[in-house]
């Protein structure tokens, strides 16, 4: 008698724990299980409570014009377009969850369990590209553009897209409202075979502007983060960090034994901004100066 209760116990156990395992959107107050370890995200930002999203996570000491999928590049892989970035946080942040701007912390991260190459809309058009983060309310079945604070967009000349640091050539967000007017929706982002995809811009078009070739690279997944946390392009192949999250409700586990919390009424703190970079931009070079003439009368260049 006790070793068939012991059995149904262990039965109700199994199917429990398979449970937690099964995929769900980004949502508020939702908090990613030991699965997935907050703590490596702890020194480089906060853990805060948004009144309209739960727990969420700022990035600390990032450029007053700073934005999500901005300091990195842009490659084309077997799951459509993949950000990639140095940043230390880039595995959790780019690949899980979405990205919201909130009034009071500015841009927060609301966690999620599904990864995808990039959680982004892409916009295309009259010789711009341009992608802003997905918000939280984005859903499966969801097929047209959704819009956001103009603030969030990232536009850069389609020459540039394929930069390893794009963001240094994005236009000033001053310009976005206009840009994503002349530009058109050419988002892809689908979901096949259980895995997530992101088709955007051509890269056949890129090729014919750049004139240069556009790999397609393959993905490759790790669980280990000492094998690594940061994206990196071997040859044809981009390594990520990939674990197999699970959301749970509530406070992260691992973050209670290090209560880092913050409250949900204090603005973004100066200090924790710092000046962007110059951007670089083909068309802000200075015009070429007429040539000057010499004794001779003749042109010198």
């Given at each position: 008698m006790r070793q068939t209760r012991a059995s149904w116990?262990?039965?109700f156990v199994l199917v429990l724990g398979s449970a937690l395992f099964v995929p769900a959107p980004a949502h508020a107050g939702a908090a990613l299980a030991v699965g997935l370890s907050f703590d490596s995200l702890t020194p480089y930002g906060h853990w805060m409570v948004?009144?309209?999203?739960?727990?969420?996570?700022?990035?600390?000491?990032?450029?007053?014009?700073w934005r999500p999928y901005w300091d990195g590049r842009w490659v084309d892989t077997d799951f459509g377009w993949t950000?990639?970035?140095?940043?230390?946080?880039?595995?959790?942040?780019?690949?899980?969850g979405r990205w919201v701007l909130d009034p009071y912390f500015g841009w927060v991260w609301v966690p999620g369990e599904e990864w995808a190459p990039a959680w982004v809309d892409f916009y295309a058009g009259d010789g711009w590209i341009g992608w802003s983060p997905?918000?939280?309310?984005?859903?499966?079945?969801?097929r047209a553009p959704v819009r956001v604070d103009p603030r969030s967009y990232c536009f850069v000349d389609e020459r540039h897209f394929l930069a390893p640091r794009v963001g240094r050539y994005a236009a000033p967000p001053g310009r976005n409202r206009a840009l994503v007017r002349d530009t058109r929706f050419v988002s892809r982002v689908e979901r096949d075979g259980g895995r997530w995809y992101n088709r955007g811009p051509s890269p056949r078009h890129l090729e014919t502007v750049t004139?240069?070739?556009?790999?397609?690279?393959r993905v490759v997944g790790v669980d280990d983060p000492r094998r690594v946390v940061r994206g990196q392009v071997r040859g044809?192949?981009?390594?990520v960090y990939r674990p197999q999250p699970r959301l749970r409700g509530g406070r992260p586990t691992d973050v209670v034994r290090r209560p880092v919390l913050r409250g949900t009424s204090?603005?973004?703190?100066?200090?924790q901004l710092r000046q962007a970079p110059r951007a670089h931009d083909a068309r802000a070079v200075p015009p070429r100066r007429p040539p000057q003439k010499n004794g001779q009368g003749h042109g010198r260049h």
């Open positions: 116990v262990a039965a948004s009144a309209s999203y739960g727990r969420v996570w700022r990035p600390a000491h990032v450029y007053a014009s950000f990639v970035s140095d940043e230390p946080w880039a595995w959790a942040t780019y690949h899980y997905m918000p939280p309310t984005f859903g499966v079945r969801l004139r240069r070739q556009v790999p397609r690279l044809n192949e981009v390594v204090r603005p973004v703190p100066p200090q």
